[in-house]
């Protein structure tokens, strides 16, 4: 049996949400296991140590032996177990696409949108962001 896989990710993030429920369709093996990384008890059950300010930043994903990835890195085992990712899996291990994923990720990630009321369809500024 493949190993399972949990992945810590940002609960607080709509786009975070949404790719969370984009993997369950495409996990019909059921080899990952999603676990909202704000949850501090959580996380520290799953990731003795890992702080939420990290989590914030990118998602990390922890495998059966307690070895710990991060962004990109993690996205690429997520790709490992899951069939239908294998494609993205073989890619996304050369060289030149592994650091062009790094870059992409990290991009991605920083740009989220986060702060205010946020459904998983939309994010509306908080009230002092509101420009005129």
């Known amino acids: 049996m493949m190993a399972q896989l949990v992945v810590l990710f940002d609960g607080g993030c709509p786009m975070c949400r949404r790719t969370v429920r984009r993997l369950r369709a495409l996990d019909w093996r ?9 949850n501090g008890e959580a ?7 890992l702080t939420e300010a990290a989590v914030l930043v990118q998602m990390y994903v922890v495998d059966e032996r307690g070895a710990r990835y991060a962004g990109f890195e993690g996205a690429l085992q997520i ?3 899951v069939p239908l990712m294998w494609p993205f899996w073989m890619i996304g291990r050369l060289p030149g696409i592994r650091a062009l994923g790094h870059v ?3 991009t ?22 509101r420009r005129v």
């Not at 996380?43 to 140590?49: D, L, S």
């Open 30 to 38: 059921h080899r990952l296991r999603f676990v909202d990384a704000t």
């Open 43 to 49: 996380r520290e059950r799953i990731a003795p140590g």
């Open 79 to 81: 790709a490992r177990v």
């Open 104 to 106: 992409v990720y990290r």
């Open 108 to 129: 991605i990630a920083a740009n989220r949108v986060r702060r205010g009321r946020c459904t998983d369809d939309v994010c509306e500024p908080a009230m002092g962001d």
